[in-house]
């Protein structure tokens, strides 16, 4: 599902290199997020919070329990080198997204996007103003100084979500999503301070623990949410790189942001999607 904000948006960026996702996340200091980590042994959803990477600890959904709160959470171990080192990572909230890729040695490139300038400035990161020469698409050559990366001037902000494969689990294993009635959900399960951690299931995939504001209520799923940015050949040149685009105005995707986890109900069915000779529409992830 797609909504439309018309509005120029300019998306910033802050770029650093050879330098560690300990310390990325320390001088990012975007405060609490959702981080999603890749290693050559799995993929794992965590919690950044007071500068910590935490996930559930093994008593989090114990006895069948779909919803945890953070008071059981264990710290998520960074380990430099083996097969448990994260080689991607995105961590990411409302302002702001930090991604950060491994290259050599426990070291990679950080960049964070915001449309607050001033969250792209750390100390000691290179900060893109308008205007300045851009070669995102070329990698650095050893020995060349690292450059800056412009920012982008967007037309148009779409703003975005993917369904998460998975039905939020209720007490004692049941994949029927009333879990708000649960009497396993704390108090303060509907509150917007939350956080809470909620376990999906899926038959094809087993189970996916991810960090939501607030307990899914009947027959809602998580999103995760987005923000497209919509730029145009003229806009993209005038960005840095003009002699490298033409300028006919065509409009396209530039950059796609995370911004959180949200718990929603499906799309709803509309009276021409109840008949029978009409398909099923597809899922809004394909669309």
């Not at 310390?23 to 981080?35: E, F, K, L, P, S």
């Not at 993917?162 to 049941?174: I, M």
């Not at 950059?255 to 709803?268: D, K, M, W, Y």
């Amino acid at each position: 599902m797609t909504t439309h904000t018309a509005a120029i948006i300019t998306l910033h960026t802050g770029r650093s290199t050879k330098i560690s996702l300990p310390d990325a996340i320390r001088q990012a200091n975007i405060g609490d997020a959702v981080a999603l980590l890749a290693s050559a042994r799995k993929y794992t959803v965590a919690r950044l919070s007071g500068g910590r990477l935490t996930m559930p600890g093994s008593r989090s959904f114990a006895d069948g329990a779909g919803v945890a709160g953070t008071s059981t959470e264990r710290e998520l171990p960074l380990p430099t080198s083996g097969p448990a080192a994260v080689f991607e990572a995105r961590i990411f909230n409302r302002d702001a997204e930090l991604r950060w890729l491994h290259e050599r040695d426990g070291l990679g490139t950080a960049v964070l996007l915001s449309e607050s300038p001033a969250l792209c400035q750390p100390p000691g990161w290179l900060f893109g103003e308008p205007g300045e020469p851009d070669e995102p698409d070329e990698p650095d050559e050893p020995g060349e100084p690292d450059r800056p990366v412009a920012p982008l001037t967007a037309i148009d902000r779409i703003n975005n979500k993917y369904l998460l494969w998975g039905r939020p689990l209720r007490p004692n294993g049941s994949q029927n999503p009333n879990t708000s009635q649960a009497s396993d959900v704390p108090r303060n399960a509907d509150a917007t301070g939350g956080p809470l951690w909620v376990r999906l299931a899926e038959a094809r995939i087993g189970l996916l623990d991810v960090p939501v504001p607030r307990a899914p209520r009947e027959d809602e799923c998580v999103f995760l949410e987005t923000i497209e940015y919509v730029t145009t050949d003229e806009h993209a040149a005038t960005d840095g790189n003009a002699t490298a685009r033409p300028r006919h105005g065509n409009a396209y995707v530039a950059e796609e942001r995370l911004v959180g986890l949200a718990s929603a109900l499906p799309s709803e069915r509309s009276e021409a999607d109840d008949d029978p000779q009409r398909p099923d529409p597809l899922p809004e992830v394909t669309r």
